[in-house]
């Protein structure tokens, strides 16, 4: 019996999944890494171009430093499982890609809690990025609750699970067992 290929669908799930999870994880570092050394650049064309203003206490990622570390460092672990779980190998990484999206995916739910209930002070003055937060942290939560269920559904399916475990199930009717009434009218 020949080993059952990757579907389709299981490959969107990782995939999406991946970039979900680790890419945009990732991304959220590289720009937050490169707008602190532009900024901290003295002379740099980046403050020039703004007539040498200094900007301080702005969070452009929507997270806070820790947040942002677990982020990377759980996007990482997950990058890691899922190379695995695109080679369909060993059969128990369906199951850590499971566990993986619920842990990533209540992590996303918890950070983004505060932003979204946080209410606006005047001691703090006024911060016109506040809407655009907001709505990242919005699209974040939908868009990773699509592919997070999507994932979790389709790991779940039939031609998923005989992927990951590496052959088919045999039918019902190819089985050598025999019903009760077989083996009764079989004695008779």
């Known amino acids: 019996m020949e080993r059952p290929g990757r579907t389709f669908g299981t490959s969107i799930a990782i995939l999406a999944s991946v970039m979900l999870f680790s890419i945009f994880p990732l991304l959220d570092l590289i720009l937050l890494l490169l707008f602190r050394f532009r900024m901290g650049n003295p002379g740099g064309s980046f403050q020039d171009t ?6 301080s206490g702005s969070n452009f990622s929507g997270m806070s430093g820790p947040e942002l570390l677990i ?11 899922a190379v ?10 369906r199951r850590a890609i ?35 937060i907001r709505s990242f942290v919005v699209s974040r939560l939908v868009a990773g609750g699509l592919i997070s269920l999507y994932t979790l559904w389709y790991l779940n399916r039939a031609p998923a699970r005989a992927y990951f475990r590496g052959y088919y199930l045999p039918r019902p009717a190819d089985s050598t067992e025999h019903s009760p ?8």
Request: hydrophobic share 50%.
């Open 50 to 55: 703004f007539g040498g203003a200094y900007f």
């Open 71 to 81: 982020h990377v460092v759980l996007g990482l672990s997950y990058l890691v499982l």
């Open 84 to 93: 695995f779980a695109w080679r369909g190998r060993p059969p128990w990484i």
């Open 98 to 132: 499971i566990v993986m999206v619920i842990v990533q995916m209540g992590f996303t739910i918890v950070t983004a809690f505060a932003p979204l209930t946080a209410q606006p002070s005047l001691a703090g003055g006024f911060d016109s990025g506040g809407p655009v």
């Open 181 to 188: 009434t077989e083996i009764t009218s079989e004695a008779s």
